[in-house]
């Protein structure tokens, strides 16, 4: 009898749908390591101009194969200094392979040291000198993964001369970037392919548990959370659908198409359904209920036309579509949307939505933003409810649904109120704010020629006056979720206390503050009109302001605890928090840490449900990113982040299986 015989990607495949059914993702292999070994070092001033006699390029501005051009802006391409950047430390260097015998020439790029004296306006680019030509990639190599940015066709090329690499700009750069470029057919992935759409691995084993990611190709270009982690929007809305699949409902961000790709149980098969984007507008926010139904709000804007927005419903069995062609400006008071952040959840035969938009002109000829609630019906997607606005100048939000089937959520606010406000919707929305902050006041007695106000005595110095008045639209706060617990409701967030935990005080404007990850926790009556709502033991502190009118402004945080005390964001400081509550009941808090505006590490924390530590603070590897505003979803014991990478066409799920 013959031997039979399987390939390498089969068998993975065997082990992994088993384990994925049985005991986990432990079947998967581990990531394949790679490392970068610096060789040379070298400063490059950026003295080379793009419009060069000749197109000839410095020595001074060479490393290697790699040189920095200064781009043409307006009428000239600057490089001395006024109006760009100059003095990029470089290292050249080699990329090498699991094995060791793989070996790719690289080059770390840092940010410059010099900076534009008036402005930035040319800005340098990466040139290279390609040693064939043939098609290339350049790919961005970062946490021991590779991710492809630009493709180099051959006739693009100049044998012998640098080429220009569009768009790669190296002005906007913090910390440091590393770059590889490679032949397009060069095989770089550090994952183990499981079939010809999907591929996976082990990527870190930490005090907690598993983490794996899981790569899917799809047929368009979603969102990529690196290329844009500063973009506030949701961009992928994960939903549990038919008890063990999961959807993920994305936009095509070159088309504007919208899709569900939904991944069957084992976390292999998947498929891709196209929903109707009747507006062909940008995918604002979805949800889906256990039926099996998609919801999804979709908005058209173009300056001088009108709003369009639409509320659409797909059934995922059948693909019956339902939609309501809303009226924005007489429904949902909307003159304007610029892609603020919306949140949507459903439960029974309503649909809630909650979004930041500006609103109509009032009375004083502004158009004023401001958060706004409404809610559907399921069946037909008629309004049912519009509670209203929830606040004044509302920058962030955050939705769900607890288990006795309420609406609760909140947004963040700068004024009206000026804070997190918690909010509950019934047949009416009720509001707490539990989390307030500081406040810049006037730096001139002058009010934008309005009027003129005292000094602000307690927090001027000899040296810098304030005034009692004040405009700050600043909130010094990212919110994390709200997470309902068996005796209330656990709010976190990222806030700019001073070293001894306090967010009041209306100072240290003058320098960067670094962000801690922070909670309170209410009762599950927080609206019922008394202050003693609060079961979080931590600091108490009142304080104030003095608004645009001049009139003072009483402020106070009870129960207040902090997680972190990071002081300085040279040094630390945190980002991207995201917190969810485990199938065990404890909850875990996730965020990044940066240091001088570049990324550092991914951290997570385990506590109880009333944010008592259980353990340390535990480093998830740099291939676990966070970003601005997707939200996780929780199956069983797994976490999952979603994320995607535009220019390889591919939905990523990190999944980390807790003990």
Not at 139 to 156: L, M, R, V
Not at 282 to 299: P, S, V
Request: glycine content about 8%; overall charge neutral; aromatic content about 12%.
């Amino acid at each position: 009898m013959k031997p039979i015989l399987i390939s390498l990607a089969l068998y993975f495949l065997i082990c992994f749908t088993t384990h994925a059914q049985h005991s986990g993702l432990s079947g998967l292999p581990l990531i394949r390591n790679y490392t970068f070994n610096s060789i040379e070092k070298k400063v490059l001033p950026g003295k080379s101009t793009e419009k060069a006699e000749n197109g000839a390029v410095q020595s001074t501005d060479i490393i290697g194969n790699l040189a920095l051009v200064s781009l043409f802006y307006q009428n000239s391409c600057y490089t001395d200094g006024r109006y760009n950047h100059n003095d990029f430390p470089v290292e050249k260097g080699e990329i090498s392979g699991h094995s060791g015998s793989l070996k790719y020439e690289a080059y770390r790029v840092y940010a410059p040291t010099h900076m534009a004296t008036e402005f930035l306006a040319s800005k340098h680019n990466i040139y290279y000198q390609f040693p064939s030509k043939q098609d290339y990639c350049v790919y961005q190599f970062e946490g021991n993964d590779f991710k492809k940015i630009a493709e180099i066709p051959a006739n693009s090329i100049k044998v012998g001369g640098f080429t220009k690499i569009d768009n790669l700009i190296v002005s906007d750069l913090t910390g440091h970037s590393t770059f590889v470029f490679i032949p397009k057919n060069t095989d770089l992935n550090v994952y183990s392919k499981l079939n010809e759409t999907v591929e996976a691995a082990k990527i870190n084993q930490v005090e907690f548990g598993e983490i794996y990611k899981i790569r899917y190709s799809v047929k368009g270009a979603p969102f990529d959370n690196l290329a844009n982690y500063a973009d506030k929007m949701r961009h992928f809305f994960p939903v549990n659908l038919d008890g063990e699949k999961t959807a993920i409902v994305w936009q095509d961000m070159t088309d504007m198409s919208v899709h569900s790709t939904i991944i069957n149980e084992n976390l292999v098969t998947h498929s891709t359904l196209d929903l109707p984007n009747r507006n062909n507008g940008i995918l604002a926010a979805a949800t889906a209920n256990k039926q099996g139904e998609l919801f999804y709000f979709t908005i058209f804007e173009k300056k001088g036309s009108p709003v369009n927005a639409v509320l659409c419903k797909t059934n995922s069995k059948t693909s019956v579509h339902t939609y309501n062609q809303l009226d924005a400006s007489k429904q949902l008071d909307m003159y304007a949307y610029g892609n603020e952040t919306a949140s949507m959840a459903v439960y029974g035969n309503k649909v809630l939505l909650m979004f930041g938009r500006k609103m109509n002109k009032s009375n004083d000829g502004l158009n004023h933003q401001g958060g706004i609630a409404v809610s559907f019906d399921v069946a037909n997607l008629s309004l049912i409810k519009n509670y209203g606005q929830t606040s004044g100048h509302s920058f962030d939000n955050f939705l769900g649904v607890n288990s006795t089937g309420e609406f609760v959520g909140m947004d963040l606010g700068d004024n009206y109120p000026r804070g997190i406000n918690l909010h509950r919707f019934n047949e009416s929305m009720s509001s707490k704010v539990v989390y307030t902050f500081k406040t810049k006041h006037g730096e001139t007695a002058d009010c934008w020629g309005l009027k003129s106000y005292p000094v602000y005595p307690e927090i001027s110095s000899s040296t810098k006056k304030y005034y009692k008045w004040s405009n700050d639209n600043n909130t010094y706060t990212e919110l994390g979720a709200v997470i309902e617990t068996s005796d209330g409701y656990l709010v976190s967030f990222l806030g700019e206390p001073d070293k001894n935990g306090y967010a009041l005080k209306n100072t240290g404007f003058d320098s960067k503050c670094a962000r801690n990850v922070g909670f309170v926790k209410v009762n599950k009556n927080f609206d019922n009109g008394s202050n003693d709502i609060f079961l979080s033991k931590g600091i108490t502190e009142t304080g104030g302001y003095y608004t645009f009118g001049g009139s003072w402004s009483e402020q106070k945080n009870t129960g207040l605890v902090w997680l972190t005390t990071y002081t300085s964001p040279d040094v630390e400081t945190a980002k991207n928090l995201k917190t969810v509550k485990l199938n065990d009941g404890n909850l875990l808090f996730l965020w990044e840490k940066w240091a001088n505006d570049a990324y550092s590490k991914t951290l997570a924390l385990k506590t109880n449900p009333d944010g008592k530590p259980m353990g340390n603070v535990v480093d998830l590897g740099s291939l676990v990113r966070l970003d601005r505003r997707n939200d996780l979803l929780v199956k069983g014991n797994q976490v999952i982040l979603i994320s995607g990478n535009k220019n390889e066409q591919k939905l990523e799920l990190c999944i980390l299986n807790i003990h």
